[in-house]
């Protein structure tokens, strides 16, 4: 079973940027698919951003495309969130997710099978 546990968040100005990271412990970092989830008040969790267990093959939401970046670092256990040109309605938290299934379902929070607790992201106007 692996642990997440999400860093980074905080209050930013629009237009601004911030990185959020996802510390993994347990069984072995590249055997995961791994995903970036969020969820504003009063609505449901929206898929953000998700990348392959190699690191290859980036897949985003359509709002974020061109401004979020995933990556990860097996080496290092951690996956990546690189969000640049903020916009208050990016304002959710923010959760990464671990996943031993099938790539091709990467959108789908069901598929996923771990959880980080989350981190709060704040963008004023």
């Known amino acids: 079973q692996v642990q997440l546990v999400e860093s980074g968040g905080g209050f930013v100005q629009a237009g601004g940027s911030l990185r959020l990271s996802c510390a993994a412990s347990?069984?072995?970092?590249?055997?995961?698919?791994m995903g970036w989830f969020r969820q504003a008040p009063g609505k449901e969790r929206e898929f953000a951003a998700a990348i392959s267990y190699s690191g290859g093959d980036p897949k985003y939401e359509d709002s974020v495309k061109g401004r979020f970046t995933i990556s990860r670092d097996n080496a290092k256990n951690t996956l990546y969130l690189q969000m640049d040109s903020l916009k208050p309605e990016d304002t959710a938290v923010y959760y990464c997710?671990?996943?031993?299934?099938?790539?091709?379902?990467?959108?789908?929070?069901?598929?996923?099978?771990?959880w980080g607790q989350g981190t709060q992201v704040t963008v004023s106007s």
């Open positions: 347990g069984p072995i970092f590249s055997c995961y698919a």
């Open positions: 997710a671990a996943t031993t299934g099938s790539y091709y379902y990467y959108a789908d929070p069901l598929r996923y099978d771990y």
